[in-house]
């Protein structure tokens, strides 16, 4: 992690040390599918190992995602940090006059790295293609509810874990003003790389990854500052 963040700093830092023309600030929604295979395993096991006639209701949907991200543009090359949050949940459920019986497993990843992204272009309408890369901050957080008649018992436990990520993509940007500008891009997030583990004990792994792994599209707005 350490390696990373003075990788990331080095990089900004022999950035502004070259003639930069741009300063960019960036927002993006979107919405990710994500593949989430080894938890949908977790939730299948435990539907057929619980009580009879618990079913799969949420099986981790896509869902939005929010993408910030700031950079330096040099004439067609644009290269800086991107910060991304996703979230998606799946869910056991049985419930009936006597009773109800519910798993809840909510999974959210804050992603931290770096982009490089080259505009084929110099107009005001430009295609472009771009990789980003780093790491997913998971936290998985699940909750087990048991009611039968007047009794309750529930149980929570939390896992945390880090993931490595790339993402390939393509995309247009068509300038608004000098400085503004409105972009849409779709890619394809690959995480070969995660683990979970108990929260507060790295020793207690578990044996299901969260796999954000999936198809991405957004769409945001991009501002630029004027550097010397």
């Known amino acids: 992690m350490k390696k990373i963040i003075i990788a990331l700093a080095c990089m900004l830092l022999g950035i502004t040390s070259m003639q930069a023309q741009e300063f960019t600030l960036e927002y993006n929604i979107g919405y990710g599918l994500y593949n989430m295979s080894e938890m949908k395993d977790f939730l299948s096991n435990a539907a057929?190992?619980?009580?009879?006639?618990?079913k799969t209701t949420d099986k981790f949907p896509g869902n939005f995602t929010h993408n910030f991200r700031a950079g330096v543009q040099i004439q067609q090359h644009q290269v800086g940090i991107t910060f991304s949050h996703q979230n998606t949940s799946g869910q056991n459920?049985?419930?009936?006059a006597t009773g109800e019986y519910r798993l809840k497993v909510k999974n959210s990843g804050n992603q931290l790295g770096a982009f490089y992204r080259f505009h084929l272009l110099k107009e005001r309408f430009s295609p472009f293609f771009e990789l980003s890369t780093g790491l997913v901050f998971n936290t998985c957080k699940m909750e087990e509810y048991v009611r039968v008649d007047s009794q309750v018992q529930e149980e929570n436990g939390t896992l945390t874990g880090v993931n490595?990520?790339?993402q390939p993509a393509i995309g247009v940007r068509y300038k608004i003003t000098t400085f503004a500008a409105i972009i849409a891009s779709?890619?394809?997030?690959w995480d070969p790389v995660g683990n979970l583990h108990l929260k507060g004990d790295r020793k207690?792994?578990?044996?299901?990854d969260a796999n954000w792994s999936g198809l991405r599209v957004s769409a945001g707005i991009a501002t630029y500052f004027k550097m010397k």
């Open 48 to 54: 057929g190992s619980s009580l009879k006639g618990v």
């Open 93 to 96: 459920h049985l419930a009936d």
């Open 164 to 166: 490595v990520f790339f």
């Open 204 to 208: 207690q792994k578990s044996s299901y």
């Open 186 to 189: 779709v890619g394809y997030e």
